[in-house]
């Protein structure tokens, strides 16, 4: 909290000199502009919600029902899903109900959407915030090791078997981490359960598979920018002041090296927030990925609209929460944005 | 992507390894189908389900089809539709890419506008929001991962050529009428082909392992068609019963989309070639010597013999600092001078034990208020230095750590070296702010670099130095980045300062009139040694050709402006090519054989040392700054 009071203290300070007024507070300006994005992102996603039925070549409702569904089937569907109105009726329709908290009715099952995703959502949260956890845990310490290591080209091996592994390992996907791991602690050693959500246990394998090569490539990326950060001009004074190295490290190289960590560890973030949809189908969680996997098969578009809807939020809010960081982390960058 | 530089990929390692998996996939692409295709299909009511055996390597699938075979004939669908995905991606995002410059102003913007919200979802979002509206099945997951795939490739065309956009030769063809389509085609798009090229591969294996996904959800090939991630997802459900039926389709789709993307980084290196040369010091050539410490009270540096070496290109060493001794009394002002690349910031670093981590130094001798430097921890040169020792660096732009409060960057000194609080060391801070006059000093103590003028930020640089009691200042180049009215300030300032504290000054500057203000004695630096040591006030008899040259190349108010600047003919030697004697020998007009030997500093007046086989006797013709130009 600290280093985020610091520019307002600094806005404050100006303000008592009487020159600026808070409209050219960078920190207004920059969160007004950043809310105005998120708005329009917001309603690029919506819009690409409500579009992905329309979308779909001839009749979704036929499509979903199957040629062999009753006409009066069909047309009662159509009706109650609103499709013979005017598109711009739907759309104004849809945007309205999603208001409200409305996101439609389940074609399949007829509960609510809300309902579902309800049940469905803290199983995915909690797999998603576990690994994000693991990945925030293990990359940065082990990049400042790699970076304190090999820093100057010192220990060409270590450097070598590092990247060369972390590649490999970050380059193999999610759902194939996922049954290589299975393959090992659930079926040779049989340690740990390999399918559903039931206690703590049950977390390790997906938490695992998700986070593995996410972890590996932030360390990567944590221990390029920590040496690059190792040959600035500031790391110099900050040995010429005869510092401990760990407050060097900490104090100089760390800080400054966040910016693309955090840039990076974003979008490894939204990343794998999607990247549940497979992990999920791998040990069957009953989460949402599982959901919008059987609803994509089942034609359930109203559920599928809402799914992607919570999952395109999701990865918004992550942005936007990773731009305020950034913001904190860097004043630079926000008064250079405003 | 010209031919050579394929070839040269393809010798890399990475690129090697990378060149041959894809040519395996591609042969058994061709092959497979055509050779184990039918067996592939055929179904074995007497083993359904079976693990490995002599019979069926990898055992067989639930309708008794053998594994291996269908794993590999399932190489010419997986790469088949994984390059169809990427053609797709790659051709919308070139037309997406390229609009921006073909369209107006306005519409560009939009479709910008479009393309950068699309990326802000993951791949994976959009390719099921798409295998939606194209339905379930090859077709429809070809479609999806294509368009899915397709705005970050717009992104990336349209970051190359916007940078492409703004050379020159762009705006000529601009100027000289020629279309925008054609402005497109035959100037901005050939001049990014080898970024594309290199994502493109990339991309080819993001787009294997998208499909492998989407196919294992179900959402992708649909039997009885198959292919490598359709395989993996009948493996998994019988994976107990038989892992390899899991496993081995799994492999192949990490196999290949490694070949893709560990050929793209082989053909990236090879086009934007980045490579750091560094090597250990194990084998530093110069062995550390420690000399006794002749019982000098009055110096607060000592150094004989300083040599800086680094590892160079092949097996050699260059050593930009040669054999440099010096010594600094106590409250002297010691100016060193000399051309950009004569080695006298590294000597600077040398002295205070800041030099690169693969720099290797060696000395005689070199001691701080009697103690020896060299051959002692990190730890010891802190506890030696940290309150005694202050170093002023060129550039106060880039010396301050930018996500740090200033007060904290000075506090951070007391409180390390002499366990101080917070607040009393902050409150050290302010008033050492105060006192190299930044107004308002309690305000902008918690204010962060970026908000201090280059003069100011240069000045809290000497006010960090005054957090402890320094016996000595290191000041290297310290006004050169700053504008000519702001360095005056800087220099009055250092002055004070050593007036106040009595700290001795060692100043590097390339910058003579500077130098002989401020300082007492003038140390001459050329090609990594001393060439020359003499008293301020006797410039006039400089004795070696070069720090007379050096003098007289000064202009001042006096300096007759109808006549050419003088100048010193030729170029200081690089460092890794210095000739064998005296380093100044070719571009001096009085060197002859006796040259080829290098001469050592020896005695040629009061106070004034030269290495020089050919020391000057008379006057220096044209007058320096130093001595008609007013003293600050």
């Not at chain 2, 090859?138 to 349209?158: C, D, E, M, Y």
């Not at chain 2, 994502?199 to 993001?206: C, L, P, R, S």
């Not at chain 2, 100044?584 to 050592?600: K, L």
Request: aromatic content about 6%; glycine content about 10%.
């Amino acid at each position: 909290m600290t280093t985020a009071s610091a520019p307002l203290t600094t806005a404050r300070g100006e303000a008592a000199l009487g020159r600026v007024s808070w409209v050219r507070n960078p920190w207004v300006v920059f969160l007004a502009r950043r809310l105005g994005r998120l708005l329009v992102s917001v309603a690029f996603l919506v819009t690409l919600a409500f579009l992905m039925i329309h979308l779909i070549p001839g009749d979704p409702v036929r499509a979903a029902l199957g040629i062999s569904a009753p006409p009066e089937l069909v047309a009662a569907r159509q009706e109650s899903l609103g499709l013979n109105d005017p598109i711009v009726v739907q759309y104004v329709n849809y945007v309205k109900a999603l208001f409200s908290g409305d996101l439609g009715v389940s074609m399949t099952s007829g509960v609510a959407v809300s309902e579902t995703i309800g049940q469905r959502l803290p199983a995915s949260a909690g797999l998603a915030a576990g690994a994000f956890t693991v990945v925030m845990i293990v990359s940065i310490p082990l990049g400042l090791c790699m970076a304190v290591l090999t820093r100057g080209g010192r220990r060409r091996g270590t450097e070598l078997g590092f990247t060369s592994t972390s590649a490999v390992v970050a380059a193999i996907p999610e759902f194939l981490l996922a049954v290589g791991l299975v393959f090992v602690f659930g079926v040779t050693l049989g340690w740990l359960p390999v399918a559903g959500r039931d206690g703590l246990s049950s977390y390790i394998l997906p938490v695992l598979a998700l986070s593995l090569g996410p972890a590996l490539l932030m360390a990567r990326i944590v221990r390029v920018e920590a040496l690059s950060v190792l040959e600035q001009d500031f790391v110099r004074t900050a040995r010429a002041k005869r510092l401990p190295h760990w407050r060097v490290y900490l104090r100089h190289v760390f800080p400054n090296a966040l910016t693309s960590t955090l840039t990076i560890g974003g979008l490894l973030l939204s990343a794998m927030i999607v990247g549940t949809v497979l992990v999920e189908n791998v040990f069957a969680w009953p989460g949402m990925g599982m959901t919008i996997v059987q609803s994509i098969l089942s034609k359930d578009y109203p559920l599928v609209q809402g799914i992607v809807l919570v999952y395109g939020v999701a990865v918004l809010l992550v942005n936007l929460l990773v731009d305020l960081m950034l913001a904190v982390v860097d004043p630079r960058s926000t008064i250079r944005e405003a | 992507m010209r031919l050579e530089h394929w070839r040269s990929a393809m010798r890399s390692p990475v690129g090697a390894v990378a060149a041959t998996l894809l040519a395996a996939f591609a042969v058994l692409a061709v092959i497979a189908p055509m050779i184990w295709g039918d067996a592939a299909e055929e179904t074995e009511p007497a083993a359904l389900s079976q693990g490995s055996s002599s019979e069926h390597l990898l055992g067989t699938d639930a309708l008794g089809r053998d594994i291996a075979l269908r794993v590999l004939v399932a190489t010419r669908f997986s790469l088949g539709l994984a390059l169809m995905a990427t053609s797709i991606s790659v051709v919308i995002g070139i037309i997406l890419g390229v609009l921006p410059a073909v369209l107006g102003r306005r519409t560009g913007r939009l479709v910008v506008a479009v393309v950068n919200l699309a990326v802000a979802f993951p791949a994976l979002l959009l390719a099921l929001v798409f295998a939606v509206v194209f339905g379930i099945g090859s077709h429809g997951a070809v479609l999806a991962i294509g368009a899915a795939g397709a705005p970050s490739f717009a992104r990336l065309v349209q970051t190359n050529v916007a940078s492409v956009a703004g050379r020159d030769y762009v705006s000529a063809a601009r100027v000289a009428g020629v279309s925008r389509l054609r402005l497109v085609v035959r100037h901005l798009l050939p001049n990014i082909g080898e970024p594309l090229v290199v994502n493109a591969t990339v991309m080819a294996g993001t787009a294997l392992l998208a499909f492998a996904g989407l196919s294992f959800l179900g959402l992708g090939v649909q039997p009885p068609s198959y292919d490598w991630g359709r395989l993996l997802g009948e493996g998994l459900d019988r994976i107990y019963l038989n892992p390899a039926a899991a496993l081995a389709p799994g492999v192949a789709v990490v196999l290949a989309g490694l070949a893709f993307t560990l050929m793209g980084e082989a053909i990236a290196q090879v086009v934007g070639i980045r490579t750091g040369m560094f090597r250990t010091l194990d084998a530093a050539p110069v062995p550390v010597a420690r000399a006794e410490s002749a019982g000098d009270d009055d110096a607060v540096l000592v150094a004989e013999d300083l040599r800086v070496a680094f590892p160079a290109a092949g097996d050699g060493w260059t050593r930009p600092v040669d054999g440099v001794s010096l010594t600094v009394r106590r409250g002297e002002t010691v100016g060193i001078v000399g051309e950009s690349g004569s080695g006298k910031s590294l000597t600077a670093l040398a002295l205070a034990r800041l030099t690169p981590e693969n720099a290797a130094v060696s000395a005689t001798r070199l001691e701080f208020a009697g103690e020896p430097l060299l051959g002692r921890s990190d730890a010891e040169v802190g506890r030696l230095l940290g309150t005694s020792l202050a170093m002023v660096f060129q550039d106060p732009m880039t010396s301050f750590n930018p996500s740090m409060r200033v007060g904290a960057q000075l506090a951070e000194v007391t409180r390390t070296h002499e366990g101080h609080s917070r607040e009393e060391a902050l409150e050290r801070a302010v008033d050492r702010l105060r006192k190299v006059h930044i107004p308002v000093p309690e305000r902008r103590a918690r204010q962060y670099p970026h908000e201090f003028s280059g003069g100011m930020r240069q000045r809290a640089m000497i006010g960090m130095g005054l957090m402890s009691t320094p016996s000595l200042i290191i000041a290297d180049e310290p006004t050169t980045a700053l504008d000519v009215t702001v360095q005056r300030q800087v220099l009055r300032l250092l002055r004070d300062v050593q007036r106040d504290s009595g700290a001795a000054v060692v100043l590097i500057s390339h910058d003579i009139a500077v130098v002989s203000q401020m300082c007492q004695r003038i140390v001459v630096m050329y090609a990594g040694r001393i060439v020359e040591e003499l008293p301020v006030d006797q410039l006039a008899s400089a004795a070696h050709p070069y720090t007379r040259t050096l003098f007289g190349s000064v202009p001042d108010m006096t300096t007759d402006r109808e006549r050419p600047l003088a100048t010193i003919p030729g170029r200081p030697p690089d460092p890794g090519a210095r000739p064998g004697g005296c380093a100044f020998a070719p571009r001096c007009t009085f060197a002859d054989e006796r040259c080829a030997e290098a001469p050592e500093l020896a005695v040629v007046g009061a106070r004034q040392r030269a290495a020089c086989w050919h020391p000057r006797q008379e006057p220096v013709p044209v007058t320096a700054a130093a001595e008609t130009g007013d003293r600050i």
